[in-house]
Nanobody, 127 residues
């Protein structure tokens, strides 16, 4: 069964940090562009950050630039999202995604050409 499983969400105070992990099973992430989306209550799902399979190029949404860092460990078949200086507006459900082929980070994060979605992990930033 092909799936993406997120972990690492939780409750954190403003200014704090969290690291999300996404482990793939049933397929290898080596040839997939992968990324993270989030959905806040009452808002559309948005692309947060993506990383390509080919050259390691990355995409970050404007609201997270300088605070979030995406990385991948193909040996562990896992992608990570390090989130620092968290703000209340970062609250939402975070979803791991993957798209195969030679898709760019823009294709995934901006145009949402997604092959697989994870089930999501809740991140709450609150004092």
């Amino acid at each position: 069964q092909l799936q993406l499983v997120e972990s690492g969400g939780g409750l954190v105070q403003p200014g704090g940090s969290l690291r999300l992990s996404c482990a793939a099973s049933g397929f290898t992430l080596d040839y997939y562009t992968v990324g993270w989306f989030r959905q806040a209550p009452g808002k559309e799902r948005e692309g947060v950050s993506c990383i390509s399979s080919s050259d390691g190029s990355t995409y970050y949404g404007d609201s997270v630039k300088g605070r979030f860092t995406i990385s991948r460990d193909n040996a562990k078949n896992t992608v990570y999202l390090q989130m620092n200086s968290l703000k209340p507006e970062d609250t939402g459900v975070y979803y791991c995604t993957a798209v195969g082929g030679i898709s760019t980070v823009q294709a995934l994060c901006v145009f949402r050409t997604v092959d697989y979605w994870g089930q999501g992990t809740q991140v709450t930033v609150s004092s």
